[in-house]
């Protein structure tokens, strides 16, 4: 039985892009039905109130995290050994020589909220340049927009979500200052500044979706510094406590968690026309007048490839061939060590503080994309004694205790992440042989690091070590890196955005070339990653302006005189 449709549109996926979309369609007056195949959490399935919060990262139940296998991540090449992921206490990473996936390695997690549920809460606009990395730069892929298109939207969402941050950002020019000031930097990140002024290197304030004071009914933020974990104050600018919040309070949004899309129904011409979803144990077939996708850039392509059909044999959106292509992993670095004198580096808030130097596409030597360093010390857990006796003091019995007890709150960590531009490695098809309960293919993800990746690497490893070691660090205790693991919590580009439907699956306002009704709205879309951004707020403006697209309705946009 198909059920009539009682809902203007169904936006399938609860994170950045899908919360924000559903809120900016209910405040012009659509009902919205939200389908989130995970959970709804709740500030008591987080556990920093008890006395073995260290041993809980974020929260795993039932339905939680998305299914995917692994493909082809890369070899490794003996010349760039000195990339190899470590640690004092328990020694290489990865042993062999192949790359291999680090934990979970596709850190994301179903719920309302998204991934934002677990993320640090960096909250990044795109440098403008970052928008024409073919034209200008000769490498990656252009947007079909530019910083302009996206300026009152990055200013819409930050007054949404509070983001505190700095008074000017580099080229990043504003039309109105942050909603909030910036946190005050701790220990560690004022150790970084005044090393960076060594080095030449500018170090400010993060902007972070985390309130510096009370704002909109929340709370200012308590700097406990594990926002990974899950915050329970609802002082970080998750989605499920910001778009999600005040959509719901419209009136006009329907939620069904524990509800993923099964199947999707196209007629020949191409408009999608009804969906199959799950309800509880109850399959639901109901008519769609217009179906956004937000399930993220592993997800998404995995659906649209699964539903081909007869009239679409390739998969759906996809008479380009670029569905699940072009994807990008996280490029990532970190160097920890051991810094004498230094007290309480576990306090304060996680990626306070941020160098955007070597930001712009043509900010490294010699290479096309950049990327930006960061005071990580609390965001890869050095927050509590159990990561010191585990990671930094090697031994056992009393000497473990008494290194820790000497040691602890002394660890100086500084991260990087950067640019990564496409490769025909590098891509997420379905898996031959592994299916989900409804016996749909999972995702598959293949991802290999190109030269230009390990020459970016490498630079930010080098640029690390030179920092710790002017900050009077003179034995490193760990160091992470894309290298040999892949560890991904920003992925990219399986469903490009262009104005040419030869080359890419969605037009410039993340609408399918093929598919009149169907928009998508994740980082999926994404042509290009970045110099290391944090994606969530661009994921978010893009979504606001698709919702925006689909009503017929914009952002009111004054005159644009850059500010600062």
Not at 79 to 84: S, V
Not at 304 to 333: C, D, I, Y
Not at 395 to 402: A, E, N, R, W, Y
Request: hydrophobic fraction near 40%; proline fraction near 7%; charged fraction near 20%.
């Amino acid at each position: 039985m198909v059920l009539k449709a009682r809902f203007d549109v169904v936006v399938v996926g609860a994170g950045a892009g899908g919360a924000a979309a559903a809120w900016r369609l209910t405040q012009q007056g659509l009902r919205v039905l939200l389908l989130e195949a995970g959970p709804r959490f709740s500030a008591a399935d987080y556990k920093l109130h008890q006395p073995d919060w260290e041993r809980h990262l974020f929260p795993a139940p039932p339905g939680s995290r998305g299914s995917f296998t692994f493909g082809e991540l890369g070899s490794l090449d003996t010349d760039h050994a000195d990339l190899r992921s470590w640690s004092r206490v328990s020694g290489p990473v990865v042993r062999g020589d192949q790359r291999q996936a680090l934990g979970e390695g596709y850190w994301h997690v179903q719920g309302l909220g998204g991934s934002t549920l677990a993320f640090v809460g960096e909250s990044h606009r795109l440098h403008p340049a970052a928008f024409k990395l073919r034209s200008q730069f000769g490498a990656g892929c252009d947007w079909p927009l530019d910083y302009a298109d996206l300026e009152p939207y990055y200013a819409l969402c930050e007054t949404l979500v509070g983001v505190a941050g700095p008074a000017v950002q580099g080229e990043r020019w504003r039309m109105a200052p942050y909603p909030l000031p910036p946190h005050p930097l701790s220990p560690p990140a004022l150790c970084l500044q005044a090393a960076g002024r060594q080095l030449g290197m500018d170090w400010q304030e993060n902007s972070r979706a985390a309130l510096s004071r009370p704002y909109d009914g929340r709370p200012p933020c308590n700097y406990c510094g594990n926002c990974s974990r899950g915050c329970p104050l609802g002082d970080k600018g998750s989605a499920d406590v910001t778009f999600l919040r005040k959509a719901e309070a419209s009136g006009r949004l329907t939620i069904k968690t524990g509800a993923p899309l099964v199947r999707i129904h196209v007629s020949a011409g191409g408009a999608i026309t009804a969906i199959d979803y799950l309800d509880g144990k109850a399959l639901h077939r109901l008519e769609v007048p217009l179906l956004v996708l937000a399930a993220g850039a592993v997800q998404t392509p995995r659906l649209l490839l699964a539903n081909a059909g007869r009239h679409f044999p390739k998969g759906l959106a996809n008479s380009s061939r670029q569905v699940g292509r072009n994807f990008m992993e996280t490029l990532f670095w970190h160097s920890a060590g051991v810094l004498p004198g230094l007290a309480n580096s576990h306090a304060g808030l996680p990626s306070d503080a941020i160098c955007w130097d070597h930001n712009a596409p043509d900010a490294v030597p010699g290479l096309v994309g950049g990327c930006r360093f960061n005071s990580n010390v609390q965001e890869i857990g050095f927050t509590g004694p159990i990561a010191y006796a585990t990671r930094v003091v090697p031994g056992f019995g009393k000497s473990l205790k008494q290194g820790v007890r000497q040691r602890f709150g002394s660890v100086l960590s500084v991260g990087a992440m950067g640019e990564f531009l496409p490769n025909d490695g590098s891509y997420v098809d379905l898996d031959p042989r592994q299916t989900d309960r409804f016996g749909m293919a999972l995702p598959r993800i293949h991802s290999r690091l190109g030269l230009a990746e390990l020459a970016r690497l490498r630079f930010m490893s080098e640029t690390s070590r030179h920092l710790l070691k002017a900050a009077g660090i003179e034995q490193l205790v760990e160091e992470y890196g894309a290298w040999d693991s892949f560890s991904a919590t920003h992925v990219f580009g399986t469903c490009r955005m262009g104005a040419d439907a030869r080359t890419s699956v969605v037009d410039g306002l993340g609408r399918s070339h093929d598919h009149p009704n169907l928009y998508i709205v994740d980082a999926s879309v994404f042509p290009s990653s970045g110099g290391g951004e944090s994606p969530s707020l661009t994921i978010q403006a893009l979504a606001v302006r698709a919702a925006d697209a689909m009503t017929g309705s914009s952002v009111l946009m004054p005159s644009l005189k850059p500010q600062g």
